[in-house]
């Protein structure tokens, strides 16, 4: 398979400075693509002056993540892509395991790797762990990952599995998937797209996967930190949309209002902690949710919905009443 690793950028060369030089390094199988979302810093002039052999492909504006990466896809020739941010570390033979578990299993469509803690390397990390699960109310969370809580890396998710969705800090997808999904969800702009296209992906019959012998370490909030409230306002917003497209009409209409009353409790949680911009991030995010339910419900796929897409029932309840910390500890309750 001809793969591109495909790095989205908006004002980062000192990112890229520090972490491209490893990716070319450790990459020979692979195109290395920078898609530029109209960096106004000297991203672009550093490119061409130290790594003329990185194709570069110019997004005309800052189109965030998701049409970000539609757009300047659409200009990478390759069967599978590899997204990749570019505050990620990658090790030597990071690609092997990957694409040696595509060769040998067909049904695969999504892969992610371990993401480890860059600045705390023996820990996983935020973004995506060892991948990516929701509860029954669609609130994700990650094997080595619940809300806050990091898990340190034993061993403990050493095989390869199944998973509901793969991070979008390195995701690598097949070019026909993508395109057959119609990629990102561009009204997302950042932010859990990458849980959406899963979504779908399972609702078409795909597989995702997490192969463990390929890790990568991930700076993270290099863009938003994971406690900035814009953040919040996406990641809030983001998952009523997804659960809007991607669940059974009625089972959507349940769980919605059962998000909306918990996200309220969170709200008043921000407020106890003095959080108030958090607390109105929320608020902004039901509102923008509410102008545009009919848009989301139009794009309701008539495909079969997938009925097991949740791990658990309610991952805030285990976690904040049970005080589970481990995903290993959330599968013996």
């Not at 398979?1 to 980062?12: D, E, P, Q, S, T």
């Not at 820990?123 to 609130?139: I, K, S, T, V």
């Not at 990629?183 to 795909?206: P, S």
């Not at 290099?222 to 990641?235: A, D």
């Amino acid at each position: 398979m001809k793969l591109a690793v495909v790095i989205l950028n908006w004002n980062g060369q000192t990112l890229l400075e520090r972490y491209l030089p490893v990716v070319l390094e450790h990459s020979k199988e692979a195109k290395i693509v920078v898609a530029d979302n109209a960096s106004t810093d000297d991203s672009i002039a550093y490119l061409q002056e130290n790594h003329p052999e990185v194709e570069i492909v110019h997004n005309p504006e800052n189109w965030g993540f998701a049409k970000g990466y539609n757009e300047a896809l659409k200009s990478v020739d390759a069967d599978l892509y590899c997204l990749l941010n570019s505050d990620v570390e990658v090790t030597p033979g990071w690609l092997e395991p990957v694409l040696a578990f595509f060769k040998e299993h067909k049904d695969a469509a999504i892969i992610q790797p371990k993401i480890r803690d860059l600045l705390k390397r023996d820990y996983f990390e935020y973004a995506g762990a060892a991948g990516g699960f929701l509860d029954q109310l669609g609130y994700p969370f990650c094997r080595g990952r619940i809300f806050q809580a990091l898990e340190k890396d034993e061993g403990q998710y050493n095989e390869a599995s199944e998973i509901f969705w793969a991070t979008g800090a390195c995701m690598f997808i097949k070019r026909q998937v993508f395109e057959e999904l119609g990629g990102f969800d561009e009204d997302y702009f950042a932010h859990q797209e990458e849980v959406d296209l899963c979504w779908r992906a399972h609702n078409k019959g795909y597989k995702v996967f997490y192969v463990p012998g390929s890790h990568v370490y991930h700076l993270g909030g290099s863009t938003l930190s994971n406690m900035n409230p814009k953040k919040t306002y996406l990641n809030f917003r983001n998952s009523l949309f997804s659960i809007t497209k991607n669940l059974p009409g009625r089972v959507a209409v349940t769980i919605i209002f059962c998000r909306l009353f918990l996200d309220g409790v969170a709200a008043l949680r921000f407020i106890f902690q003095l959080k108030l911009k958090h607390c109105f991030a929320i608020l902004r995010a039901h509102l923008s949710f509410y102008r545009q339910f009919r848009i989301m419900f139009r794009k309701r796929e008539k495909s079969e919905f997938v009925s097991k897409y949740y791990e658990t029932k309610s991952i805030v309840w285990s976690h904040y009443v049970n005080h589970i910390r481990k995903f290993s500890d959330l599968v013996k309750h």
